[in-house]
């Protein structure tokens, strides 16, 4: 058994400076090992009222929503309602996009994985009603095509949009209303929210963005709670305390049996969706490979599960060990969330399960100069445009546009320097948020040059 009083008197004493030191105006970490919960909190839920973070405190858990949809199509595969091999159109008939015969080929495996091809950063906002899911799937008939669907892993949002329409319509039910009778009820949640009119009844954290007038200065409460509703399946509005998503990550760890001893999924579609579906390029913050919908971790010491989430100013990380069952949940609400993730999983994951986190890729100390021909030129999509440039001198320079609903929340054009790291891979000289991000170029146009830039992303050449 993991010492325990150990971690809780570490976790009590380093939270609070761990938190004025990244900026992160509050947040609540929860550790599961072995059937033992403890949860914590610190600093405020909102700098413009000072309301106190609790262990109870709700936040938004981001696109770690994505493991729940997966959790409920397994549910449709476990009682013989859909196999996930079959193709999306087996259940929207009317399900379409830009490129008509992929659409008519993609699977729900190929959802599930990541691996369907289409753009997927696609934030249409549909309204509030039960039939918003519904009204943005429509929305993706001029959705294009990036690759063949099963070719290859880039992150995709309106997949699981579309996966969670499937179980709206297999369910009979809004995508609200199945999450809360599928997964909260047999999971026991008490303090779990699918949108903001029922975040409000917990004591609920607001999230943060940098401040304009002070970027290096302590984050601003952010102007709005939440994303579009339309996009709820991919991460827009679920919100909870750790305690509730550790249920949830220990019901994974246990073959899909609750702490009480419901049944809430099949020990089978349990190890389905661990087992490798798609290795990723080395991108870095990522996991090496992905699941169906679980972000895998070939970390030293054993496999890690997990997923991270973010939506407007609030980040939440999950991850889970099954060789320790053991599962660490951190969720905050602005600041330098990535800097107090790595401080606290770094510590807990080697004290709990013997997980140590990999070291992130720096650029080198004496970076060789090359030529960049095969990487200049613009890869844009529907969120942002990059511009790959090479000057006279020889440095290769980087220039991020943010597009569409983006731009509106970003606002700044971000230029930095690239160098060479290994093969088609290039990185920032300047971290963001204390990382460098590697930029992995992929593919060939026809003419040697690279078809994608890729960070979990793939972002196609435009020119």
Same mark, same amino acid.
């Given at each position: ?89 087996? +259940?929207?008939?009317? +399900? ?58 880039? &992150?995709?949002?309106?997949? =699981? ?6 179980? %709206? ?32 009844? &917990? ?44 249920? +949830? ?17 099949? !020990? ?8 490798? *579906? ?16 679980? %972000? ?17 100013? *609030? ?6 060990? @099954? ?21 606290? =999983? ?14 992130? @890729? ?65 990185? !920032? ?9 590697? *930029?992995? +170029? ?11 830039i890729h960070t979990g992303r793939a972002m196609r050449r435009a020119g």
């Open positions: 058994m993991p010492h325990l009083d150990d971690v809780s008197d570490w976790i009590t004493a380093k939270l609070p400076a761990l938190l004025a030191e990244h900026k992160v105006p509050g947040a609540a970490v929860g550790v599961y090992a072995d059937g033992e919960v403890l949860d914590f909190a610190a600093g405020v839920l909102s700098h413009a009222t000072g309301v106190e973070a609790t262990a109870d405190s709700v936040f938004q858990i981001g696109s770690i929503t994505k493991t729940w949809t997966g959790t409920l199509i397994m549910q449709l595969a476990d009682e013989g309602l859909l196999d996930i091999d079959q193709a999306v159109v087996s +259940f929207l008939p009317d +399900f379409d996009l830009a490129d008509s015969a992929a659409a008519r080929a993609m699977t729900v495996r190929q959802l599930l994985s990541h691996t369907a091809g289409f753009e997927g950063d696609v934030f249409t906002d549909t309204g509030t009603n039960d039939d918003c899911v519904e009204k943005y799937v429509a929305t993706l008939s001029t959705d294009p095509q990036l690759f063949a669907p099963g070719a290859m892993f880039s &992150y995709n949002n309106a997949g =699981y949009c579309v996966l969670g329409r499937i179980v %709206e319509v297999l369910r009979g039910k809004p995508f609200d209303q199945a999450l809360r009778e599928h997964l909260f009820a047999p999971l026991g949640l008490t303090h779990a929210a699918t949108d903001a009119s029922s975040a409000i009844l &917990y004591r609920a954290a607001i999230g943060h963005l940098p401040n304009p007038a002070d970027p290096g200065g302590d984050p601003v409460p952010a102007p709005v709670y939440a994303l579009a509703k339309s996009n709820a399946p991919a991460g827009a509005m679920l919100a909870m305390r750790p305690r509730d998503l550790l249920a +949830f990550a220990a019901m994974h760890l246990n073959k899909g049996v609750a702490a009480d001893g419901t049944r809430v999924l099949s !020990p089978e579609s349990v190890a389905a969706m661990q087992a490798v *579906q798609v290795t990723l390029p080395p991108l870095g913050l990522m996991g090496d490979h992905w699941g169906l919908s679980w %972000e895998l971790f070939d970390a030293a010491g054993g496999r890690v599960f997990g997923h991270d989430g973010g939506t407007i100013g *609030q980040n939440a990380f999950l991850r889970a060990v @099954p060789g320790a069952n053991v599962a660490i949940a951190l969720l905050t609400n602005g600041g330098n969330p990535i800097g107090l993730y790595f401080d606290l =999983y770094g510590h807990l994951l080697k004290e709990l399960a013997g997980i140590e986190l990999p070291a992130h @890729p720096l650029p080198p100390a004496g970076p060789r100069r090359i030529d960049a021909s095969r990487y200049t030129g613009t890869y844009a999509n529907s969120v942002g445009k990059s511009e790959v440039t090479q000057d006279d001198d020889g440095r290769i320079w980087m220039t991020d546009t943010p597009l569409g609903e983006l731009a509106e929340l970003v606002g700044a054009v971000d230029r930095r320097e690239l160098v060479h790291l290994e093969g088609d891979t290039l990185i !920032p000289v300047e971290p963001t948020y204390g990382i460098h991000l590697p *930029q992995v +170029f992929i593919g060939d146009d026809g003419s040697g040059r690279a078809l994608f």
